[in-house]
């Protein structure tokens, strides 16, 4: 909205709504302000007339009086002050309504013309003037319609996406240059132009087209190769060009032309690999099928032992073009990329079946470390790793983890074996002991399962990945540990179980001694019995 005499500007891109009212001027200035304007003109006039005026300023001045008087007096703690003050805020507001009143009888008296003179009327003022700004738009942007759509946003993402089809959401079945946007825009390119500097056109009068229009539209016509866009001379695709981009990117027409013997051919690479890639929309296909050979040129080699992965220079020298340009740089290699296209597939393949036995082999080896085995079996695998021997044939890594494998089984039954007979001479001691034999069957399950007593089950080792879960879970260190640990856990079974029938039973830990004579000996006799006697003596009983 603009006030005062001097005229707004009419090149804002906005409606600008010019109000005058009869205190400052006059209807009939207004309607020749309106008139000499000409119809082309924007610009909404509105008069407000001098209404009432009298009146008018009679009631302000009553309200303003008592605001006044309010806001002096402050707020009284009498009786008689309260209703005082009641009496003046009754007058403030009966003021206020008439003000209220009165302006809106100014309102509703208002004038609405539009640029060339002619009155608009609708329904009160604010109806007229908002016909009168929906006329200037209309005047602004004559060619709004063609844009406009709030699906523009859908033909934007399906672009960024390389669906040559992406009008078809605004129900436009022709070839995207036909669309009057892109048409338009496509018209307005000449020798190269900033994303920039073509969204300021489309936005601006005539057009006032939105950001997504105009930006859907460049996108649609790179998806159709009739233009390219590039960034400091570097090519961009349209997955590259999100509207940030698109600002910044430079627009040019393209000028390559594909035969459609080359579009058929281009179809045919893509789809052995399983790219669907429907007719006229090859170049969007491309960028995701190099994508696809890149990936798989990635899967067809690795780290050692796997076999080194294939160059992919020539499809990296191409990767960086768009358009039509990308689409004949492949065609001319399309024999060489068919080809690879098969061979990178059954290396991949091969690979992924034969990485999980070598990983098995380093699992194995890890496990047997220590064994006759290991050290045998260990060069050969360093052999594989160093020659990339992953897929040699004949398979040089299943034997290895079978020999690896026949060895731990072997281990593992014997450190079982060893653990269940240290285990039963324990419990034949413990059973045999006075103070178990005079506990009840609860007592001893208690004191079993406190000190873990418990015999493991027999390993599950009769596949390679049953060996490898038991390993993990115990391994052969692990099984000389428990086995080690085993004395220990029947001694405090034993005190346990005479602390139940004696509470005043301990447990006297030998002195650690190195004994190398006769009188050494003697020695330490002599300490253990001073130990033993030394608890004998506090009446305690004694548990070893």
Not at 44 to 65: G, M, N, Q, T
Not at 216 to 243: I, Y
Not at 510 to 531: H, I, N
């Amino acid at each position: 909205m603009h006030f005062g005499q001097e005229p707004p500007r009419a090149d804002g891109g906005g409606v600008p709504v010019w109000i005058r009212d009869g205190w400052s001027d006059s209807e009939k200035n207004v309607t020749h302000d309106a008139h000499e304007a000409g119809p082309e003109s924007p610009v909404v006039f509105v008069f407000l007339p001098r209404h009432e005026s009298d009146p008018l300023r009679e009631s302000i001045a009553a309200w303003k009086a008592a605001e006044k008087t309010l806001e002096h007096k402050g707020v009284p703690t009498s009786n008689e002050g309260l209703a005082a003050r009641k009496s003046m805020e009754t007058r403030r507001d009966q003021a206020q309504r008439r003000v209220d009143e009165f302006i809106g009888g100014v309102l509703n008296a208002g004038r609405v013309y539009q640029g060339g003179g002619n009155e608009v009327t609708g329904v009160g003022l604010a109806g007229a003037v908002e016909q009168a700004a929906n006329r200037s738009l209309d005047r602004l942007y004559p060619e709004f319609d063609d844009a406009d759509s709030p699906q523009w946003h859908e033909v934007l993402r399906r672009a960024r996406d390389g669906d040559a089809g992406c009008l078809a959401v605004l129900n436009h079945q022709g070839e995207i240059p036909e669309h009057p946007v892109c048409r338009e825009i496509l018209n307005s390119i000449g020798a190269g132009r900033k994303g920039r500097e073509i969204r300021q056109q489309f936005r601006s009068a005539p057009y006032g087209w939105s950001q997504d229009a105009v930006d859907g539209a460049l996108l649609a016509l790179v998806v159709s190769d009739h233009l390219h866009a590039t960034e400091n001379g570097t090519p961009l695709t349209h997955k590259a060009l999100d509207q940030t981009k698109i600002g910044v990117a430079h627009f040019h027409h393209t000028s390559v032309v594909l035969t459609t013997q080359q579009r058929i051919d281009l179809r045919t690479l893509m789809q052995a690999a399983d790219v669907k890639c429907r007719p006229n929309e090859e170049t969007a296909a491309i960028p995701g099928f190099i994508d696809l050979m890149l990936e798989r040129a990635q899967r067809a080699g690795g780290d050692a032992p796997a076999p080194a992965r294939p160059s992919v220079v020539h499809l990296e020298d191409i990767q960086h073009m768009v358009g039509n340009e990308l689409a004949l740089a492949l065609w001319k290699m399309r024999e060489r990329v068919a080809e690879e296209l098969e061979e990178w597939e059954a290396r991949a393949q091969a690979i992924e079946a034969r990485m999980p036995r070598w990983e098995a082999l380093q699992d194995l080896l890890r496990h047997a470390r220590g064994l006759p085995v290991a050290e045998e079996v260990a060069p050969q695998a360093e052999a594989i790793l160093q020659n990339r021997a992953l897929l040699d044939e004949p398979d040089p890594i299943t034997p290895l983890c079978d020999r690896l494998a026949d060895a731990l089984r072997q281990s593992v039954n014997e450190a079982h074996a060893e653990f269940e007979q240290v285990h039963v001479a324990g419990m034949e001691s413990l059973v045999g002991s006075d103070a178990w034999q005079q506990l009840d069957d609860g007592q001893r399950s208690q004191i079993a399962s406190a000190c873990a007593l418990d015999v493991p089950e027999a390993p599950r080792i009769a596949t390679e990945a049953e060996l490898l879960n038991t390993l993990d879970h115990a391994s052969l260190a692990d099984w000389r540990d428990r086995t080690d640990a085993l004395p220990q856990r029947f001694g405090n079974a034993m005190l346990l179980a005479a602390k139940v029938v004696e509470p005043e039973a301990v447990r006297v830990q030998l002195p650690q001694r190195t004994l190398s004579s006769a009188e050494d000996v003697d020695a330490w006799v002599e300490e253990v019995r001073a130990l033993l006697l030394d608890q004998i003596n506090a009446g305690r009983t004694v548990v070893l």
